[in-house]
């Protein structure tokens, strides 16, 4: 079992930035790749950007350029920081990991919202 914390959300300006954290615990050792979905109200749940266990990064497009996904395995913590932020990026944030037993595991999400 593995436990998804994440942290770091809040009220940003648009042009602003934030970093996101996603805190694991439980059985950390068989954790393969991370990812940070989001998803707004009425839409499903977006793929935002994934690591792997050995840092080969993919980025949505919208965001790529943007955010920069980074993962710290000794703080068995993974990292969304997040540039230039638009009002669009809007969305409840959530960490999800991958194991190497075909587990699926999910945050409980954070809210992000951007306005001025």
């Known amino acids: 079992q593995v436990q998804l914390v994440e942290s770091g959300g809040g009220l940003v300006q648009p042009g602003g930035s934030l970093r996101l954290s996603c805190a694991a615990s439980g059985s950390i050792f068989r954790i393969t790749t991370m990812r940070w979905y989001r998803q707004t109200p009425g839409k499903e749940r977006e793929l935002v950007a994934s690591?792997?266990?050995?840092?080969?990064?993919n980025y949505a497009d919208s965001t790529k350029g943007r955010f920069t996904i980074s993962r710290d395995n000794a703080k068995n913590t993974v990292y969304l920081q997040m540039n230039s932020l638009k009002p669009e990026d809007t969305a409840v944030y959530y960490c999800?990991?991958?194991?190497?037993?075909?587990?699926?595991?999910w945050g409980q999400g954070t809210q992000v919202t951007v306005s001025s």
């Open positions: 999800h990991a991958d194991t190497v037993v075909g587990g699926r595991f």
């Open positions: 690591i792997t266990s050995g840092g080969t990064t």
